[in-house]
Nanobody, 121 residues
Framework: VQLQASGGGLVQAGGSLSLSCAAS????????MGWFRQAPGKEREFVAA????????YYGDSAKGRFTIARDNAKNTVYLQMNSLKPEDTAVYYC???????????????WGQGTLVTVSS
């Protein structure tokens, strides 16, 4: 599976961005999909994930109430809608695919190249 993340950019605090992650391959629907982020000098942080079986979403504490993950299996794409953005959301955002939902980056098998989100104050 190859993943291509897009949609990052510069936004003011309080604004919104929508990230997309397009996957190649015909087995996209059988993968759990996750979003992680990594700010300079920090470890990679779990943001959100969505299961392959029933589309159940899971969120990290920083994303709860502000971000929404969704997937469209017909388009082989997973989305991350980010609202009420804060300067501390600034990071490179990565999408990932794995066999099951996890908050642990190492448990994902495939990774996209990342897309930079910058939130100005």
């Amino acid at each position: 599976v190859q993943l291509q993340a897009s949609g990052g950019g510069l936004v003011q605090a309080g604004g919104s961005l929508s990230l997309s992650c397009a996957a190649s391959g015909r087995t996209f629907s059988s993968y759990a999909m996750g979003w992680f982020r990594q700010a300079p000098g920090k470890e990679r942080e779990f943001v959100a994930a969505i299961s392959w079986s029933d589309d159940s979403p899971y969120y990290g504490d920083s994303a709860k109430g502000r971000f929404t993950i969704a997937r469209d299996n017909a388009k082989n794409t997973v989305y991350l809608q980010m609202n009420s953005l804060k300067p501390e959301d600034t990071a490179v955002y990565y999408c990932a695919a794995g066999g099951q939902v996890s908050t642990i980056a190492m448990e994902y098998d495939y990774w996209g190249q990342g897309t930079l989100v910058t939130v100005s104050s």
